[in-house]
């Protein structure tokens, strides 16, 4: 399948007060074979703009390099999301509409409607991740790892499952998940609340994190102290406070890829 191409909005729904879910129809998406956590990255125009493809396919460093080339004015916005659900030929997407500083993303969410057109690049099976298998697997995230916790517990029946959402009200119907209502307090603090008060039986744990990098940070450093191996934690860092997806890597950032990376 071909990995970059257009994506046409054809649905726009509100599961909840603050989540857009957008279907997408586009060339290709039929012909996807299916995983759960596929990542993607959008691509999003200027405002007023069609969106502009990078001309070069092929391997991904090639058709990154002939998107930095487009125009700055032209240049679309990138910015990762995930396949919430699929249908034959439609990938549906939901985007948290977070408050406070709103990147170009959540702006377009806000306002999305049948027949806009986006950019895409994936997903892409060269980047697909084993989903995590131990005798308890924890899957732990705020709500813009939903859509991904949502895949992973398709295929994971033994997971213990903590997502935190702002308040009551952004709740969805999935199985076995222990809600974490922020209600106001300090994004992730609940949650990594939550977890160091959880208990599971005896056995190997395995665990899978991603939402804000400081609070991945802080659950990774927490179960690594429980004694859970480094190896079986998946975690990845969605976004940062107060920066977007296009600022450079924090100290803290290049620590992660590097503990990734080893
Ligand atoms: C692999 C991967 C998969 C992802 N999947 C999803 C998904 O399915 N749905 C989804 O909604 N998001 C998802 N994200 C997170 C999403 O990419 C970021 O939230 C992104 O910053 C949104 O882009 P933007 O243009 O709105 O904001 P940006 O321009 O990147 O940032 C603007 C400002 O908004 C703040 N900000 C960004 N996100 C949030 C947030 N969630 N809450 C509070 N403040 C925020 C930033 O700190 C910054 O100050 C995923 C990220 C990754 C890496």
């Known amino acids: 399948m071909n990995a970059t191409g257009l994506l046409e909005v054809t649905a726009v729904h509100r599961p909840t007060p603050r989540t857009v879910r957008v279907t997408f129809t586009?060339?290709?998406?039929?012909?996807?074979?299916?995983?759960?956590?596929?990542?993607?990255?959008?691509?999003?125009p200027p405002p007023g703009r069609p969106v502009r493809l990078p001309a070069a396919g092929g391997d991904v460093l090639r058709w990154y390099q002939a998107y930095l080339e487009i125009p700055e004015a032209e240049r679309p916005v990138m910015r990762s999301y995930t396949v919430r659900d699929r249908g034959r030929d439609?990938?549906?997407?939901?985007?948290?509409?977070?408050?406070?500083?709103?990147?170009?993303?959540?702006?377009?969410?806000?306002?999305?409607?049948?027949?806009?057109?986006?950019?895409?690049?994936?997903?892409?099976?060269?980047?697909?991740?084993?989903?995590?298998?131990?005798?308890?697997?924890?899957?732990?995230?705020?709500?813009?790892?939903?859509?991904?916790?949502?895949?992973?517990?398709?295929e994971v029946d033994n997971a213990l499952v903590f997502v935190e959402v702002a308040d009551?009200?952004?709740?969805?119907?999935l199985p076995n998940v222990r809600w974490v209502h922020r209600d106001g307090a300090e994004h992730?603090?609940?949650?990594?609340?939550?977890?160091?008060?959880?208990?599971?039986?005896?056995g190997q744990v395995a665990a899978w994190l991603a939402g804000e990098?400081?609070?991945?940070?802080?659950?990774?450093?927490?179960?690594?102290?429980?004694?859970?191996?480094k190896s079986a934690i998946e975690f990845t860092g969605y976004w940062r406070r107060k920066l977007t997806q296009d600022d450079a890597p924090t100290p803290d950032d290049l620590a992660d890829a590097r503990e990734k990376l080893g």
């Open 213 to 229: 990098a400081s609070t991945v940070r802080a659950l990774r450093r927490h179960l690594v102290g429980r004694g859970i191996d």
């Open 188 to 202: 992730g603090a609940k949650l990594v609340e939550s977890v160091r008060e959880a208990v599971w039986p005896q």
């Open 26 to 44: 586009g060339e290709g998406l039929g012909e996807l074979p299916a995983w759960p956590d596929q990542q993607l990255k959008l691509l999003v």
């Open 90 to 154: 439609t990938i549906d997407v939901e985007f948290v509409l977070h408050p406070g500083a709103v990147g170009p993303a959540t702006e377009w969410a806000r306002s999305a409607a049948p027949g806009q057109v986006l950019g895409r690049y994936g997903p892409d099976e060269a980047y697909r991740r084993p989903v995590p298998t131990a005798d308890t697997v924890l899957l732990a995230g705020d709500e813009t790892a939903l859509p991904a916790i949502a895949t992973l517990l398709s």
């Open 168 to 173: 009551a009200a952004e709740e969805q119907a």
